[in-house]
């Protein structure tokens, strides 16, 4: 067992998001994304992967396929494999989305 404090994985940058790796096994990897105000995570895909995300603290907009959702501390995303995700810190206040990526086998 590994316990970790999620204050430790929150470092943020200037000029760019930081993704801050806090567990990395076999099939998934769980990270801390931090967003200054106005950084972004460009629209991109996961295949074979579920991504789960909790937003820690903060406000943004989530981008799934088309659809802009408000978000903010407390609220869980869930992004299937085949859509796309974007993430960005609208607000005026740094914001922290903790990730959960659960690879799923490939079908041949």
């Not at 994985?9 to 990270?31: G, I, L």
């Not at 659809?67 to 810190?89: A, F, P, Q, R, W």
């Not at 206040?93 to 086998?105: F, K």
Request: charged content about 30%; proline content about 4%; hydrophobic content about 30%.
């Amino acid at each position: 067992m590994t316990v970790q404090r999620i204050e430790e994985f929150q470092k943020f940058d200037e000029k760019r998001m930081t993704k801050q790796m806090v567990f990395e096994e076999e099939k998934s990897k769980a990270f801390v994304l931090n967003f200054m105000p106005g950084q972004k995570l460009p629209s991109h895909g996961h295949p074979y992967t579920q991504v789960y995300l909790l937003v820690l603290n903060g406000t943004g907009e989530c981008k799934i396929d088309e659809k802009v959702y408000e978000i903010k501390k407390g609220d869980t995303i869930h992004c299937s494999k085949e859509e796309m995700l974007s993430l960005e810190n609208t607000g005026e206040e740094r914001m922290s989305v903790y990730v959960v990526l659960a690879r799923e086998p490939k079908t041949k």
